[in-house]
């Protein structure tokens, strides 16, 4: 990976993606496709849960150099989603609202206004949705499938907002019930069981998304209520044992295709990053864990960049980051269902979700660069 990959990565998506919403001045979101179907341009398609993600790439990026554009770029995109969810805060999915709180949450110290009070209002409203009768929280209001996707990230948010007991019930569910005993990863969620009432199957799939939040609640908790390490220590051993693949310079994440799958890696890269960066103590597990966290997500990127397409002499990643990325053609946009899932396109590039991966992958390999004292090699 060369340097000022991220500053490349960020004017690919900024250039392909970032409009004004229905040409309001002082709004931007991000379109998603590129090339954009009338649809996409229009924002009649533009995923909530995305944009919060487009909100902390930006906000990466200005961390790594802060401009007085980029903040305005910040601001704008804030306004953009409350006038594309028609001036609404929130929506009926928990996982979409804790995503779009957090990365609120993110840019608050960035932007000349208070973001606190809506983040708060999302934490309160979130933290009430916990399953008392099961645990857990579900996936959308008056739902009953009770998943990580949603638990997860509440728990992160609820852990930054203070609410630590609620995060602990979160992180310790999960445990007791989604990890598989047979690799230590973390499954999907409960399912409710129509021949047994009030019964639940265990959704044992697994996706890296799943493994990311569960390090970023672990992670919270650690650093916030000193609790122990040992989960967070063994999920990243398990994520690297069975979650990638071999490919120069070393193993490599694998990916999760298009559509919403296209910013599962990106999550569990944003989370190692953070346990590379933020795990407290000395011990060797410790040391390890961050060792661990750093090889990943640096061989990741140097795989992901090596495999980079280009239009105009900036980057198009891969859905998978171990082989060729592709430069999208017109058409093929993935299916939408309801609200909530959206399928890859014919050619994953040209989802919004999959660059918005290779850019946060971009930033957290350059921010480990700038924090690692000694060049990293293959395992």
Known sequence: MI????????????HRH???????????????????GAGERLFLRWHYWWQAHLLDCVVDAQHRLPTTERADTITAIVDGHRLRNLGLLGNRYYDDMAWWALAMLRADPLVQRDLTPSVDLLARRIKDAWNTDHGGIPWRKRDTFLNVPASGPAAILLARRGFLLRATEITD???????????HLVGDGLHPDPGRPGGYDIGAKVYTYNQGVVLGAELELIRR???????????VAAIATHLTTEAAPGRVLVGEG?????LFTGILVRHLTRVALDLPGTSSADERTRDVATRLVLHSAD?????RAE????PVFG??????????RPGGAGRVQGNARVDASRQPERDLSVQLAGWMLMEAAESLQRSCPRPLTAW
């Open 3 to 14: 340097v000022g990959a991220a500053a490349l990565a960020e004017r690919a998506v900024v």
């Open 18 to 36: 970032l409009r004004r919403v229905w040409g309001v001045p002082g709004t931007r979101l991000g379109v998603v496709g590129h090339p954009a």
């Open 173 to 183: 569910w999960i445990e007791r019930l989604l990890l598989r005993g047979d690799d």
């Open 225 to 235: 209520a000193a609790a122990d390490p040992a989960r967070l220590h063994r999920l």
């Open 258 to 262: 298009g559509g919403n799958g296209g």
């Open 303 to 307: 795989a992901a960049w090596s495999h």
């Open 311 to 314: 239009i105009d002499g900036l």
């Open 319 to 328: 859905a998978d980051w171990s082989v060729p990325a592709q430069v999208p």
